[in-house]
């Protein structure tokens, strides 16, 4: 069995909506069917038993080594954690070849699970031994290190569940939520309104102490040191037992609490050094320690936490008692579960010695143990939820000193005996405050209800119903994407929308480029929708980014497919016919919002046509005849088309129609360019999908030009010495059967005498560059032939050959020329050019070849 090329499926993509690694797999002739391969399935399963409870099917049917990879990458991800259930294996066209996809949570688990599940299977074909358990371990390990950790995981989930987009932006835990102009940004429980001054307040905590001092806030009396002598001084000024802390610590490292001896705050004080080279010295408030979760003007959780500890049995020493404490599968070694081992460290036994104990001692049964002095979780404390019992006054000062310092979302620390009573009945204080707290110990803590601080951290940051998405049109077909990008784009800026914009030839922002090529991929389509002035975004969405990684989002408002057509790359990456191809194009259209969104479909292409059924939203139809039979029945529903009425494109709903006429749409030339009235028809339909007035729509179509600033390679038209030239990007046999229909549609620059200079992409089916010159043979009289700057696989001359045979039988031409260079070749179509004459320019470097031509029309202007 041979793995390769594994991809990611990032997004919804042609098998589901969940990411997946995507393999190609050779499988030998014995390798087609396991159960030719004597003792294989016993094998398997004696190194994964739990296979067979993952996939009943392999018990007695037939399955390739494909399909065992499958199972088994499934099923390993399953059984180390990971909430993964969706796989499929689908035999390709060449026999013994297979493509495998499993789904997966974290990319890098999935990747490992198939590299782990292709050594299984070959452990169980070759029986060699295969260690489960490692590669459990393994997976678990990884998934651990690369998953969020459990704060910002809350808010994520939180975000996800009110349909709120999200990416993650590091492989740390910065993330984006929502698109364009309606982004925010978190970093684990910090947001994007979260100031920097507001931390670096918090993180002074004599400076937060002043400021909740003038606020009325009950806070520890104290000062900052100067050195270990200073200390001393300062605990002997406040005359009781003192906390020794850094001034800009955090999670509670280098904190010593309930210290009465200058022996105890000299090396307190040393601890905090190193911590810090500022050290704070304050009055030790008795009590217990509480965290206080703020958010906005909110508390949304309240924890008693307590320091870490283990109680005495009578038999087991302190050290192994710890150990039995940190075998609790809930404690871990960081944040990423509920609990955190306990350390048992210099600080650990120094906290014994306190009490007369060591790591070798035996406590008695029932004996409390305690290992610090804090009580932080992130040494090993536990906590307890007591959000239920606090006093509604207390809850006012932890909001007040929350606002104070200017934090959005607080820790609040503070000590007292109880949270029932108002925090200045009892004494109690706030000793600290906390900028991007941990929220595990409110999420699931070791007693009481864990509390949605997710929730409510989302709440803070989006209104009630905002979902943080901008309007999204993705656009597929085979011809007309690019033009009714544009045109969508056009209607959205006169609404008065900033747009980002990708396809075949860049991103644009608000109009301007900001990258070049062929931009009508995934990355392309995240990168618009992460830039902060997109206020609705149009995406053109071609079948290769789907393929290869999945779409860019994870569903659109409207969806548009122009047409489907032969030639658009078949035969690449198993999509070998028209079919697959729009199995391809309509993952758009199975992504579209649902209920609300709308796919607007190409009522006359019945592939197109059939998508409709895949839409979870509603659908409009379009075509030239009001009467095609899908048509009429969606119009004798009710439902939405549009159509061509005479010189008017007309949407209709009911008993209600719009109008919109052809002379005030440039791109259509007055209605004579085909072609252009279905592109026009398609852009209509978002426009109106997206609930924009019909005035809008109107100016949006009247703004757009069809020129080489506007659409570069999209039937451009320039005038040469009274002739006509026609640029154009058509690169397939529907799209070049367009052109001759619409020149044909053009009697006033169709031309006494015509000529095309054309070339072939070579991933093109041969039959499929033939027919190009096949259907360009009958329409013109020279046909100018050149080679691509990249012949894309093909021996040189291969592509030209072909173009010849295309040739063999044409009707109208009669002169066949071949040169070497597409700017040769475009200069020799000129050179023969007369007044009346008509020369389309099939163009491969559209940029470069369209500069060319604008030279050389300027040159002979002047």
Not at 633 to 660: N, P, T, Y
């Amino acid at each position: 069995m041979d793995v390769s090329r594994i991809r990611a499926l990032r997004g919804p993509n042609l098998w589901s909506r969940h990411t997946a690694v995507e393999a190609i797999v050779s499988c030998s002739e014995v390798e087609r069917d396991i159960n030719s391969i004597p003792g294989f399935e016993t094998r398997l399963r004696e190194r994964f038993p739990e296979i067979a409870l993952l996939q009943p099917a392999l018990n007695g049917e037939t399955n390739s080594m494909a399909h065992i990879l499958e199972f088994a990458t499934l099923g390993l991800q399953a059984q180390a954690g990971c909430p993964v259930t969706f796989s499929r294996t689908a035999q390709t066209v060449e026999p013994g070849v297979y493509q495998v996809i499993v789904e997966y949570s974290e990319e890098e688990v999935g990747r490992l699970a198939l590299e782990l599940g292709q050594a299984l299977c070959q452990a169980a074909f070759d029986d060699q031994p295969f260690d489960l358990a490692d590669a459990l371990h393994r997976l678990r390990e990884l998934d651990e290190d690369v998953r969020l950790g459990p704060s910002t995981g809350s808010i994520v989930y939180a975000a996800v569940a009110r349909n709120i987009p999200y990416r993650r932006l590091t492989k740390g835990s910065l993330v984006q939520f929502g698109w364009g102009s309606k982004q925010r940004r978190i970093q684990a429980a910090e947001t994007d309104m979260t100031s920097a001054v507001a931390e670096s307040i918090a993180q002074d905590k004599e400076l937060t102490k002043k400021l909740l001092q003038s606020a009325g806030v009950p806070v520890p009396r104290g000062r900052p040191v100067a050195n270990a002598e200073d200390a001393w001084v300062a605990a002997q000024e406040i005359g009781s037992a003192v906390v020794v802390k850094p001034q800009d610590g955090n999670q509670g490292k280098g904190v010593a609490v309930n210290l009465t001896t200058r022996e105890q705050v000299l090396a307190a004080y040393a601890v905090a050094n190193k911590i810090s080279d500022d050290v704070l010295v304050e009055r030790y408030i008795t009590g217990q320690d509480h965290r206080f979760l703020v958010v906005g003007s909110k508390l949304v959780a309240a924890a008693r936490r307590e320091p870490p500890m283990v109680i005495g049995d009578g038999v087991h020493t302190v050290r192994q008692l710890v150990e039995q404490v940190n075998a609790d599968p809930r404690r871990g070694t960081g944040h990423a579960t509920s609990l955190t081992k306990i350390r048992f460290d210099e600080i650990a036994l120094a906290r014994l010695a306190e009490d007369g104990l060591n790591a070798e001692s035996v406590p008695a049964k029932g004996q409390r143990v305690i290992l610090r002095n804090n009580a932080n979780l992130s040494t090993g404390g536990s906590a307890t939820d007591v959000t239920d019992d606090v006093h509604p006054d207390f809850a006012a000062r932890a909001v007040a000193a929350a606002q104070m310092v200017g934090l959005d979302i607080a820790g609040v620390d503070i000590v007292c005996k109880n949270v029932h009573r108002p925090l200045e009945e009892q004494g109690g204080g706030i000793v600290e405050l906390n900028a991007a707290p941990g929220l595990r110990m409110h999420l699931q803590p070791s007693y009481g209800k864990g509390r949605a601080v997710g929730e409510a951290i989302v709440a803070n940051m989006f209104a009630d119903g905002d979902d943080a998405r901008i309007p999204l049109v993705a656009v597929a077909g085979t011809n007309g994407k690019t033009t009714t990008v544009r045109l969508i784009a056009s209607i959205l800026g006169s609404h008065g929308h900033r747009v980002g914009m990708t396809s075949t030839d860049g991103v644009y922002i608000q109009g301007k480029r900001i990258d070049t090529g062929d931009c009508s991929g995934p990355k392309s389509a995240r990168n618009v929708l992460m830039h902060p002035d997109v206020d609705a975004a149009v995406l053109e969405t071609a079948r290769g980014g789907v393929l290869r990684e999945g779409l860019g989002f994870d569903r659109c408002d409207v969806a548009v497919v122009t047409n489907i057509g032969k030639g658009d790359h078949l035969g690449l990456s198993y999509i070998s016919t028209v079919e697959d191809l729009s199995v391809v194009k309509r993952v758009i259209v199975q992504n579209v919002k649902p209920e609300t969104g709308y796919a607007v479909l190409n009522a006359a292409d019945p592939m197109v046509a059939r998508m409709g059924d895949s839409c979870p939203g509603k659908v409009i139809f379009f075509a030239r005849d009001r009467n095609h039979p899908v048509m009429a029945m969606h119009r004798a529903q009710g439902k939405r088309i549009i159509f061509l009425d005479g010189r008017d494109i007309v949407a209709m709903e009911g008993g209600s129609e719009e109008r919109i006429a052809l002379e005030g749409i440039p791109v259509t030339a007055n209605g004579a360019i085909g072609f252009q009235i279905e592109n026009a028809m398609a852009a209509t339909g978002a426009g109106w999908a997206l609930g924009l007035d019909w005035a809008v729509i109107r100016a949006g179509l009247a703004a757009f030009r069809n020129d080489v600033a506007s659409a570069p390679g999209r039937f451009n038209l320039f005038d040469y010495r009274g002739a006509t030239l026609i640029a154009d990007y058509g690169h397939n046999p529907d799209a070049i059967q367009a052109l001759v229909t619409a020149i044909d549609g053009m009697p006033e620059k169709s031309g006494k005498r015509r000529s095309v200079v054309i070339s072939g992409a070579g991933d093109r089916r041969d039959e499929d560059i033939r027919e190009q010159t096949e259907i360009l043979g009958d329409a013109f009289d020279t046909v100018v032939l050149y080679q691509d700057q990249c012949q894309r696989g093909r021996a040189d001359g291969e592509v030209l050959a072909l173009l010849h045979e295309g040739l063999k039988n044409a009707k109208r031409a009669k002169e066949v020329k071949e040169i070497r260079g597409e700017f040769l070749a475009i200069d020799t179509a000129l050179a023969d050019l007369e007044a009346g004459d008509l020369c389309l320019i099939l163009v491969d470097q559209v940029e470069e070849a369209l500069a060319h031509i604008g030279k050389r029309v300027s040159e002979e202007a002047s």
